[in-house]
């Protein structure tokens, strides 16, 4: 299993996402711990998008919204997410990968 449910997140897998990272923005990287997180779909539920170890991106409220207002326009591109999330370390991989499982 790669981390995938077809099925919505609940309140204590969505906060445990957020403590395996940190709790900060894994955007900009900044080491403030921010209390208003936002758990990201890269790609939107509504375009078909899942609850995947890949697809999921701790940001925070400024960084979600910018992710919204110009993922049309390019500007914070889907890839660039990606590429954060394939550089997370291996534990903390592993970790979001069993909260996603269920196993917490």
């Known amino acids: 299993m ?3 449910v ?3 997140l609940n309140g204590d ?6 403590e395996a990272v ?3 923005c ?6 403030r711990v921010y209390k208003n997180l936002h758990l990201h779909h890269i790609i939107g539920q509504a375009e078909g998008g899942g609850n995947n170890y890949g697809n999921l ?3 925070c409220e400024h960084t979600a919204d910018d ?11 889907k890839k660039k997410l990606r590429a954060i999330i394939s550089r ?10 069993e909260i996603l499982k269920g196993n917490y």
Do not use: S, W, Y
Request: proline share 4%; with cysteine.
């Open 2 to 4: 790669n981390g995938h």
């Open 6 to 8: 077809d099925f919505p």
């Open 13 to 18: 897998q969505i906060r445990l996402i957020k």
């Open 22 to 24: 940190g709790r900060k």
């Open 26 to 31: 894994e955007f900009d990287r900044k080491t």
């Open 57 to 59: 991106i701790v940001l």
């Open 67 to 77: 992710c919204h207002d110009k993922a049309d326009h390019g500007r914070i591109l």
């Open 88 to 97: 997370r370390p291996k534990r903390m991989r592993a970790e979001i990968i």
